[in-house]
Nanobody, 115 residues
Framework: QVQLVESGGGLVQAGGSLRLSCAPS????????MGWYRQTPGQQRDLVAT???????NYADSVKGRFTISRDNAKNTVYLQMNSLKPEDTAIYYC?????????WGQGTQVTVSS
């Protein structure tokens, strides 16, 4: 497994934007599927978006048209651009990276959207 470092969370007003980043703490093999998930207290961790190594993206219906996932394969980094944020987007966001047979999770970054 690879330790992942997330950044970019914070507090924003409804309608605002944030950009999350997730990268390995040290050099690692190229990643396969990369993605973002989110979790609120007492709830399961839900998929937000994933992106394959070739750039094919998949989104949860609730974020389609507002969030964009991207990756920089040279940096082994995945991003989540979040626009038109809503209070219901408030959650801890986790990145997930698949490298060969290994699955790694980030430590989570809090996103809070105020109304």
């Amino acid at each position: 497994q690879v330790q992942l470092v997330e950044s970019g969370g914070g507090l924003v007003q409804a309608g605002g934007s944030l950009r999350l980043s997730c990268a390995p703490s040290r050099s690692s093999f190229s990643s396969g599927l990369m993605g973002w998930y989110r979790q609120t207290p007492g709830q399961q961790r839900d998929l937000v978006a994933t992106i394959t190594s070739r750039g094919t993206a998949n989104y949860a219906d609730s974020v389609k048209g507002r969030f964009t996932i991207s990756r920089d394969n040279a940096k082994n980094t995945v991003y989540l651009q979040m626009n038109s944020l809503k209070p219901e987007d408030t959650a801890i966001y986790y990145c997930k990276v698949v490298t060969g047979p290994y699955v790694s999770w980030g430590q989570g970054t809090q996103v809070t959207v105020s109304s």
